[in-house]
């Protein structure tokens, strides 16, 4: 079980396909704060899409390569005492009382349902009618999009420390999986909140896993952006590099807003020589905002910084490494208005299930139009479902991102893979 780049041919990945806690957003005025989307999904449909995504991913890489996080949860709730730390944990995180502690111990929901509450905060009550939910805390809609509850690299896995309250549970229960399931008995586990206790350092240390990209076995990409901080990567930085997990670690400056609100909203890798990025960060026009780069290694015993690629683009950082991307694809073209709606699309967030062979949305049409212009079959997902495999290379799937993408996530950020082939 090991993750060392993004494009090697994919063996195992954790997916959540949305489900009623979606039905179960309230629409209020300050909804982009509180659950962090702008919309709610029609969930039937972002479902029946999601679905479609991971029969593609499963005709791709084989029918047991797709895991289901309510699954793994369900899993490890088996375990009594297991099931009670982690019931004692969400009730402290949500302020839960007693009646609500005790209930969710209670015999009266299979571990399944329980699992099922825990992401949703509600249950639906036998003696009731069936759209009507018991509603003992908020849902965390944004499981969705699995990529943040954790990044794995090589043979580790770095848990994720979430920014912003709603997506807390999501980390939590995460922590619970990849510490108890079986399935993740051999990894590593990184954690930089104990070096950060051992430091007396600040509680508000923020790590998400869509700011993190394995280039290669060696090297890593953190952006330290509106949902990573400073901090966080100093922390983990000291820690992967002085326990040789990685030989370095670059360091991408992004700007504190939403639209840019992790590192793979603006940069992916898809091939050995093919990435997806976002103009306005990392061209080298004159009218392009720069992201500063900063390249960290161990020099006789001490994290170093060996590199600075400022004011250039990440690209500078790369090239100097030998990776050249001959096929950077410019998320929506040429044309400045497309690049940014585009972006705003998830046109940067791709996933790669085999080397360049990728995930986008279909509404990203002139990232897409690049994509054809540089040689790649652009296939739907019903028409890459009748394809053989074996011949498959330099292609793009498009899925319908109708539904799936209002909740602002691309095929990258719904995706955490845990095994690829070496």
Known sequence: MSIRSEYHPLKKVVVHQPGHEWNLVTVEHDMQEKYLIED???TEDAATDHLEFTACIKHAVGQDSVVEFTELLSDILA???????????ISALEGVGIKTHDLMLSDEFSQKELAELMIAGAYKPEDKEKQSYKVLFPPIPNL??????GMFFNDAVILSHPAKLVRRREGLLARYIFRNHPLFKDIEIIDILDDATSHGLPENIHLEGGDMIALDH???LIGCSERTTDIAIELLTE?????HIAKRIIKVQLPNERATMHLDTVFTVIGEDDCVYYP?????DEGSLRCPCYTYELINGRVKLVHESAPCSLFASLERLGYGF?????CGGDIPHYQTREQWTDGA????????????YERNIQTIKVFKDIGYTILSPKEFMQSEIEYIDKTLVTLSGAELSRGRGGARCMTMPFDRKR
């Open 218 to 220: 060696e090297t890593l």
């Open 79 to 89: 375990d009594r005492e297991i099931c009670s730390d982690i019931v004692g944990a």
């Open 326 to 330: 001959r096929n950077r694809i410019p």
């Open 239 to 243: 820690r992967l590099l002085t326990e």
């Open 280 to 284: 306005r960060f990392f061209s080298e």
């Open 144 to 149: 969705l999009f699995t990529r943040d509850i």
């Open 349 to 360: 967030n791709l996933f790669a299930v085999l080397p360049r062979v990728a995930f986008i």
């Open 40 to 42: 709610v999904l029609y």
